[in-house]
């Protein structure tokens, strides 16, 4: 049996890799389950799968948890320290599924401990990719990507020599906004920057692929992981969902993933990597979908796209410092403080503001010094907002 533990349990990636451990309940051998909302959810697939713990993220839901709990043989814990404990639990495989910068410490710990570390928590490689790397490395650790196009890019290069690789094309959908007249963007509401066409994922995330955001933390996530140059990345607009990225050789084939937009293949994928096992997502029919589209991205449209390909080229810790600034944007946007389109101008002026001020961005890359930047960018952020509000 397989020892796994799934970080962010309750939230969209959680709940679809626990679909797929819960159809095979033999092979695994759950350790800890974690969320931060969503006590009930919890509190039952603990039960159902007999993790040994269940955590959550608010202290103030301790007894809560303990009552849902009750005669289950599974224990119950909250708080940061109990959620460092429990990544600290001996696993063979571990899912990285929070989200925000939050995740980043338990998939260092999970790296730490030797596991397989399943990453579905971009932020971890947005914010701290060297550290994440030389962790894997130094801890014998290895890291499988859960991110649609990213599961894609790494298939698309088993058996390939990366110095044959000229090019990286990672896909995006356009999200909710992709064919909206662009001056009416800044009026987009909640409701309308909450609605993918194509997948079905947490809220965050979904804004983030109205305002290309997720894309552009894509970018430097594909930079970090593979190690391809930023000039050799690209990002192609293709509305369908169908192709998840594309790989470019210097014979010049290009090798495309294509499939369902389900995430339960990426999740799939890294829960059974090396091998391929079979998985429950729909067949594609090409010759009924008939046609596949594509287009180039507009960066007036998405300025997100403009402001990764900076963070990309400026390295160090302003990765970290882009993600507080849009982590904080998003909560501005969400609280209805701030207009949709005033998201990127946030983290534009706050990577500017700390840009060469004390020095922080080229700190050495620690977690402290991540959490340190990631602290001062929040702070930036708020001023930037207030500025902005009303
Ligand atoms: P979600 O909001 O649905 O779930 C997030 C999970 O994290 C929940 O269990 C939530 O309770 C927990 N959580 C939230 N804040 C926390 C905190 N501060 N401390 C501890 N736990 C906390 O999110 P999601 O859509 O499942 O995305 C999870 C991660 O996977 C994100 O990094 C996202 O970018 C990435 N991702 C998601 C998808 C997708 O299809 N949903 C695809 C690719 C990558
Ligand atoms: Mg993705």
Known sequence: MRRVSIFGATGSIGQNTIDLIARDPDAYDVVALTGARNIEQLAKDARRLNADVAVTADDTQLDHLRDLLAGSGVDAAAGQAALHEAAQRPVDWFMSAIVGAAGLAPSLNALQQGATLALANKESLVCAGSLMLATAQSHN???????????????????????????????????????????????????????????????????????????????IETKEYFGVAPSRIEVLVHPESMIHALVGFHDGALMAHVGPPDMRHAIGYALHWPERKPLPVERLDLAQIGALTFRAPDTVRWPALRLAREVMERGGLSGAVFNAAKETALDGFIGGHLKFTAMADVVDAVLTRMDGHGGHIDDKMTLDNVAHVDHLARIAARAEIKKRAG
């Open 141 to 219: 650790a290895r890291i499988l990507p859960v991110d649609s196009e990213h599961s894609a890019v790494f298939q698309g290069l088993v058996g390939e020599n990366m110095d044959a690789v000229e090019r990286v094309i990672i896909t995006a959908s356009g999200g909710a906004f992709r064919d909206w007249p662009i001056e009416k963007l800044k009026d987009a509401t909640l409701a309308q920057a909450s609605s993918h066409p194509n997948w079905d994922m947490g809220q965050r995330i979904t804004i983030d692929s109205a305002s290309m955001f997720n894309k552009a933390m894509e970018l």
